[in-house]
């Protein structure tokens, strides 16, 4: 791990990252040494920090932090974490604060092929995300919502679970974004109010433009996904998973998703 371009595994505990969940990151694929779709995340990782006023550290700084990392050039997954630094004590944000970065690379995840073949098991999950226009869309620390969610999953023994928001429309999965398909339409749930927008999320918006397959953005309550031909998450590590099972839903083929699966993982390498 490095900290500000140093090996270390600690930051101050002053730190407002620490303190207030004040920054951001991001979370990809590195294959053979390479990060993955790698302007994709930075261009993210620039609005995001745009979005709560914080400095951005240059596409080379970052790409030097994770080449040092994995001189090797093997695969793994790398998280990248932005904070506001360390700063005076309260809440307010002042000229002082001099950004934190963080660059650390881990093992990729061992996944069951069948979470891509017949699908997943999604746990509808008793949280509901509450709403911040100011912050939506953006990948932001403030995740105990996400931590509360994934609990229930693992307690209900699913690997992803499905969230709403406080007026119970769809949103996301605790990691991932979520896309149905009906008639040949994809449609995926309106971030305005809450939610992350994910890279993976924008490539498959961008493969239904590619292919000539109608895609909205529109607000979603679950009992329509129970009307939905198909039904998969996207996130940036794991790729695609096909929901072969939620209450009230079952379906065991999935053609449209594994469609879209193949091209995710054909433009990945």
Known sequence: MLVNGKTS??????????????????????????????????????????????????????????????????????????????????????DSHSATRVVSISQLPSVDNCNYTSGIALHLCRLKLGHQPLLAGIKHLNRLENVLAATECLEAGTPEGLLEDLDEFVISGTRSNLFLIRDGTLYTPDLSRCGVAGVQRDRVMDWAKKHGVACKVTQIRSPELLLADEIFMVNSVFGLWPIGEMAGYKRSKHPISWKIQEWLNDENH
């Open 9 to 94: 595994d600690s930051i101050s505990v002053q730190d407002r990252g620490f303190n207030y969940g004040d920054g951001i990151f991001r979370t990809l694929l590195i294959r053979q040494g390479q990060p993955v779709q790698w302007q994709r995340h930075y261009l993210k990782l620039q609005h995001d920090c745009a979005a709560i006023n914080l400095s951005c550290p240059p596409a080379d700084t970052l790409l030097s932090d994770i080449n040092s990392l994995n001189s090797t050039s093997t695969d793994g997954v790398v998280k990248i974490i932005i904070t506001r630094g360390v700063g005076p004590r309260g809440y307010a944000i002042t």
